[in-house]
């Protein structure tokens, strides 16, 4: 067991922070898609700490977080005309570009692939904790592999006290899922984990983009274009069932149909349009239908209390894969999937 340091986000608990990170240690901070477990990413050493506090399998890549738009050229090969433009408009932000990466960055990051996940977060505490540390990132989100990425501090302490050197306790995440992993080494995009930023933000600064087959479904193949996606994910203890309809008189009656046959302790996440039909049930609302992102803010976050509550079966109504609904159906899929 590791003694882990709590901190706060004035610039004295930052500056504690950096260094830690900067003496090869590792450092959770928050950020606007989820919390991100940090080291060195120039240093084996330190990024090994992750893959170990994370239980994380060494095949799957790291991304790398930096503050300034003008130090990426020190960690890839070239920046792509499409690179430059996706950078332009979305960054800072949720989107992860994947560019070929320089040696410098460490090949345990890359877990031996030729590229490297770059990405320029918006949250002013995780871009000044970067600027402090000066140097590359990495940082997957702070949980224990498999399980939902954690959205609060509450939750980053849960997975991680005793594994890491240092927690930086922020608010909670606005975005809730993870970001966008956009393939960029190209002419197309090809985004490769669907995020905050939506395809038709890509495609309206590049002109066309393409989704990878893997961000639909949970295909589980040997070689998949980001490596990630071939893992159980997201998954909260209590068995998830997720219910997809067309109207909302079809998905209410599908969730009836299993709360009323289910002898487990059982809760409905559902929406603001749904929760008037379940008074008789345990239930948290998720948020709106026709605003998506409330459904990704809360989601991971629910996931979790539902886990602190002892529920052992989760009914999710699910919502179109329209715009960010698209990541929250990716993550709901993967999180039912047995
Ligand atoms: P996490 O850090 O937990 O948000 O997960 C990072 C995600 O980005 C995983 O799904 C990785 O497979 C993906 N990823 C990171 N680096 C690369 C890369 N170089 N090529 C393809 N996918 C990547
Ligand atoms: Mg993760």
């Known amino acids: 067991m590791k003694e882990t340091k709590l901190l706060g986000t004035t610039i004295d608990d930052l500056i504690v922070a950096a260094n830690i990170l900067k003496n090869g240690g590792t450092v959770i901070f928050p950020t606007e898609t989820v919390y991100g477990l940090g080291a060195n990413a120039k240093d084996d050493e330190a990024v090994k700490k992750i893959f170990i506090a994370k239980g994380r399998p060494s095949d799957n890549p790291l991304i790398v977080h930096i503050d300034d738009f003008r130090k990426i050229d020190n960690y890839v090969e070239e920046v792509t005309d499409i690179a430059k433009k996706l950078a332009a408009r979305c960054w800072p932000g949720p989107m992860t570009l994947v560019l070929k990466k320089k040696k410098c960055i460490s090949d345990i990051v890359s877990a031996g692939l030729d590229t490297v996940g770059i990405r320029i977060p918006q949250s002013t505490e995780a871009r000044e904790f970067l600027r402090l540390c000066d140097l590359p990132v990495a940082a997957p989100s702070a949980n224990i592999s498999g399980k939902p990425s954690p959205t609060t501090s509450k939750h980053a302490i849960d997975d991680m006290m005793g594994r890491v050197d240092a927690i930086i306790c922020g608010k909670p995440c606005e975005v809730g899922v993870e970001s966008t992993v956009i393939d960029a080494t190209g002419d197309v995009p090809i985004i490769l984990r669907p995020g905050g930023i939506t395809p038709n933000m890509v495609k309206a600064v590049c002109g066309d983009v393409i989704i990878d087959k893997g961000v639909d479904g949970v295909e589980v193949t040997d070689k998949p274009k980001s490596p990630g996606m071939k893992y159980k994910h997201y998954a909260p203890s209590a068995e998830v069932i997720l219910i997809d309809g067309n109207t909302i008189q079809e998905i209410v009656e599908k969730i009836e149909a299993k709360i009323k046959t289910s002898k487990e302790k059982t809760i409905i996440l559902c929406s603001e349009e749904t929760s ?63």
């Open 276 to 338: 008037d039909y379940f008074k008789d049930f345990d239930t948290m609302c998720l948020g709106s239908r026709n605003k998506p992102e409330t459904f990704a803010k809360n989601l991971f976050y629910a996931f979790r209390e539902c886990d602190i509550k002892g529920y052992d079966k989760i009914i999710l109504e699910g919502i179109e894969k329209e715009g960010i609904g698209l990541a929250v159906m990716n993550r709901a899929t993967r999180a039912a999937h047995k």
